[in-house]
């Protein structure tokens, strides 16, 4: 009996050895599948999508992180002073309506206290209306509201490091601050749940901005022998901002970066009489406009910083009466391209079509009228992009010219064309990337494209 009960004993332990040190197979392939989930994450892009209306993520990278990367956090900019370049982060108990986030070398998940090496990116916040990017210099001390620092200007690399994104993201039209500068400006837009419709009878499509606008205009001699000089019509815009980013580490230049402005432009207006027109351009700003998109890039939240100037502008020489209508439908693009062998380069182009609804043109002389807008982009309030697009009318009439103001005789040929321009220039500011500076603004160069709407053998 012993020896039969020593034999069951060795045999338990021989069956149950093996089932005790090795790993169940289901186990052994989750965590192959968590390590190869873990390193197709580090290698996708970063999303690129509007943060949330009122309340954006946070992010930091705390100290013992072996990546490096910027982490969600509870940090907030509670205030700032843009003279001093100090601030107040605070250590939140719950999501803030403030987006930031904080690199540092060897960071970890860990919560902390603001620490020297940290790079901070805030969403608007009180004392930074265009958000913040900024280094912490120097911890000040504790306050009330949170720890003050001293900061300095930072970097995107230093945030977004080897990460690469790329997207682009329609601006609300509600969330535009406009201000009106003529008397006769109607605003419209649209959205999902919700429409402001300014003009009666104006229909705006979902995600476009439309302004309405009328502007008489200096005349040229007896006005009332001839038709007084006025511009109307609308502009309508759906913008929308475009990022990329390919970086190459925290401490480098990225290998690629993209910002610009982009979105789908209509107008219909009319030029009428004879407008007491000079050779130099005469504009008439009619509405600005402002929005501070914040584009959630990962876990970092990059500020854009949009502006856009609707204008009226008129040159000629002041000897031609028209009468024109056009409609006018396309896109445009206006940005600045970085890669490393070629540095920064600018991207434009438009593409747009016209239709004339009514063209007239009487006696000799030239006269250009456009409706246009100057839209800038930047990031944390730095201007990084400025293109101007404006699309124009333009009429001209040729012969021998006789009479009065009041009355003229022209024979010769006439005609009115259409057309777009778009120019700008790329800012010093564009480093911000953390690219490497360049030393002058680099002109966008000018896209110009014109085509005939009409014409005549002779004025009448």
Not at 251 to 263: I, K, R, T
Request: with cysteine; net charge negative; aromatic share 4%.
């Amino acid at each position: 009996m012993p020896a039969l009960a020593v034999s069951a004993l060795l045999l338990a332990a021989g069956c149950s050895s093996p089932s005790s040190q090795a790993e169940p197979p289901s186990s052994a392939a989750a965590r192959q599948a968590d390590a190869e989930t873990a390193a197709s994450a580090a290698d996708r892009p970063l999303a690129v999508a509007a943060a949330p209306t009122g309340s954006t993520a946070t992010a930091t990278a705390h100290p013992g992180d072996s990546d490096g990367r910027a982490h969600r956090t509870r940090l907030s900019v509670s205030s700032y002073d843009g003279k001093t370049r100090r601030a107040v982060i605070a250590s939140d108990t719950a999501p803030s309506a403030t987006s930031s986030s904080s690199a540092s070398p060897g960071a970890s998940s860990a919560p902390h206290h603001t620490a020297v090496g940290d790079v901070i990116a805030s969403a608007p916040a009180p004392g930074a209306p265009n958000g913040l990017l900024a280094e912490v210099t120097k911890v000040i001390g504790e306050t009330d509201e949170g720890t003050e620092v001293q900061t300095a200007p930072a970097q995107l690399n230093a945030l977004l490091g080897d990460d690469t994104a790329k997207g682009s993201v329609p601006v609300a039209p509600a969330a535009f601050d406009i201000d009106e500068l003529l008397p006769d400006v109607d605003v419209s837009w649209s959205k999902t749940a919700d429409v402001h419709v300014g003009p009666e009878g104006a229909t705006v499509p979902l995600g476009s901005l439309r302004l309405d606008v009328r502007a008489d205009l200096p005349t040229v001699g007896n006005t009332s022998a001839s038709a007084a000089a006025s511009v109307s019509g609308f502009v309508q815009v759906a913008p929308q901002v475009d990022f990329r980013y390919g970086g190459k580490g925290a401490d480098a230049a990225p290998a690629s970066a993209y910002l610009g402005v982009s979105g789908d432009w209509t107008s219909g207006w009319s030029l009428t009489g004879r407008a007491g027109a000079s050779a130099t351009p005469m504009r008439i700003p009619f509405a600005t406009l402002h929005a501070d998109p914040v584009l959630q890039v990962g876990p970092v939240p990059v500020v854009v910083n949009l502006d856009l100037t609707c204008y009226l502008q008129i040159s000629g020489d002041g000897r031609i009466t028209v009468d024109v209508e056009q409609s006018l439908q396309g896109d445009f693009t206006a940005g600045g391209t970085f890669g490393l062998g070629q540095g920064w380069t600018p991207v434009s182009s438009s593409d747009m079509k016209s239709t004339p609804v009514r063209t007239s043109v009487t006696s000799a002389g030239s006269v250009k009228a456009a409706l246009g807008a100057q839209a800038t982009v930047g990031l944390y309030g730095s201007v990084g992009v400025v293109a101007d697009l404006a699309p124009y009318v333009r009429g001209e009439g040729a012969g021998t010219v006789t009479g009065t103001d009041a009355v003229f005789d022209a024979d010769g040929s006439w005609a009115v064309y259409g057309g777009v321009d778009l120019s700008g220039t790329l800012r010093l500011q564009l480093t911000i990337f953390g690219t490497p500076v360049f030393q002058r603004d680099i002109p966008l160069g000018a896209l110009h494209r014109e085509w005939k709407l009409a014409g005549g053998g002779s004025a009448s």
